[in-house]
C-alpha cells in the first residue's frame, strides 16, 4: 500500500507557476525566475479574465529573453495562439527558460497562468544507479535459488510422509 502511494506521488504534477498578471496594451511581462532546473515536460496554461483578450504565452531562452528585452529580434521555443486561453506542453530541455506572456490587445489584460511539471523527463541511468540495479537483483536471484536449493534438498533427505505409512 505504501509502495503505491509513493509511486502515485511520484506522478503528482509539480506546479512551478501559479500566479496572475497585470499586462499592459501592446506590451509583454515575463516571469522573473528560470521555469526549471533539469529537463521535464511542462504544461502551460493561461486563461484571460476578459474574452476578447489578445493574449499568448511564449516559452524563451536566457538569451532571447535578453534580446526580447533590448527590444531585438528574439526566438520563441514555444507558443501558445493568440486568445483569451491557450495551453502548451513542452519537453523543457534547457534550465534557463523562460515564460512569457504577451498582450497583443488594445486593452490591459490580467491573465492567469499555470506552468506545472507532469514528471521528471529521465533519458538515462546513471552508473551508479545501474550498479544498484544490478547488485540487487543478482542478490535477489541468489536468495531465491539458495532457499529454493535447501528445500529440495531437504525433501529429498527426508522420507515422504506416504512411505512411512506403508
Known amino acids: 500500500m505504501i509502495a503505491a502511494l509513493l509511486f502515485l506521488a511520484a506522478y503528482l504534477p509539480i506546479d512551478l507557476i501559479n500566479e496572475s498578471y497585470e499586462v499592459p496594451a501592446h506590451d509583454w511581462r515575463y516571469v522573473p525566475r528560470p521555469l526549471v532546473q533539469e529537463p521535464v515536460e511542462v504544461d502551460c496554461v493561461f486563461t484571460a479574465e476578459t474574452r476578447d483578450a489578445q493574449a499568448r504565452v511564449a516559452l524563451v531562452s536566457g538569451e ?5 528585452r533590448a527590444g531585438h529580434e528574439h526566438d520563441e ?23 512569457a506572456i504577451e498582450n497583443r490587445g488594445q486593452q490591459p489584460v490580467r491573465v492567469h497562468l499555470r506552468a506545472f511539471a507532469e514528471q521528471p523527463y529521465v533519458r538515462y541511468l546513471s ?40
Not at 130 to 151: C, E
Open 127 to 166: 552508473r551508479q544507479r545501474k550498479l544498484a540495479v544490478i547488485l540487487i537483483s543478482f542478490g535477489v536471484f541468489f536468495a531465491i535459488v539458495t532457499l529454493s536449493a535447501r528445500r529440495f534438498l531437504r525433501g529429498m533427505r527426508s522420507p515422504s510422509d506416504s512411505e512411512s505409512n506403508r
Open 77 to 99: 521555443l514555444a507558443t501558445t495562439a493568440v486568445g483569451a486561453r491557450g495551453a502548451l506542453r513542452v519537453l523543457v530541455h534547457d534550465s534557463d527558460t523562460y515564460v
Open 64 to 68: 532571447d529573453l535578453s534580446a526580447w
